[in-house]
């Protein structure tokens, strides 16, 4: 009963992000959220979504563009496949994922 009201005090303080990480890995206490806040990332519209904005963040457009030259660029499908495995989505019920490190 104990583990059924932290679960809702997690869901109630950081939303459904929360359950989708539960769902993800069902033996975390939750009541240590400090994992769940180290390893959760975001929501995006997809993994695509979030590689794109990794991109963005890291300044791989800016070095690419830096080069001036067409043949540099940055590979987003490639970084997305990286990305996906190292990193889980969960699909949240709105057409989103949320996007945890698990490694964090």
Request: overall charge negative; aromatic content about 14%.
């Amino acid at each position: 009963m104990v583990r059924v009201s932290n679960i809702g005090l997690g869901i109630s303080e950081y939303g459904d992000a929360f359950a989708a990480w539960l769902s993800y890995d069902t033996s975390q206490d939750p009541l240590d959220t400090s994992v769940f806040l180290d390893a959760y990332l975001g929501e995006w519209d997809s993994l695509r979504a979030y590689a794109e904005d990794f991109a963005g963040q890291t300044g791989l457009y800016d070095a690419a563009e830096q080069v001036h030259s067409p043949y540099v660029t940055v590979d987003v499908d490639l970084l997305e496949r990286d990305l996906d495995i190292e990193l889980f989505t969960v699909e949240s019920g709105d057409g989103t994922v949320f996007v945890f490190d698990p490694n964090a």
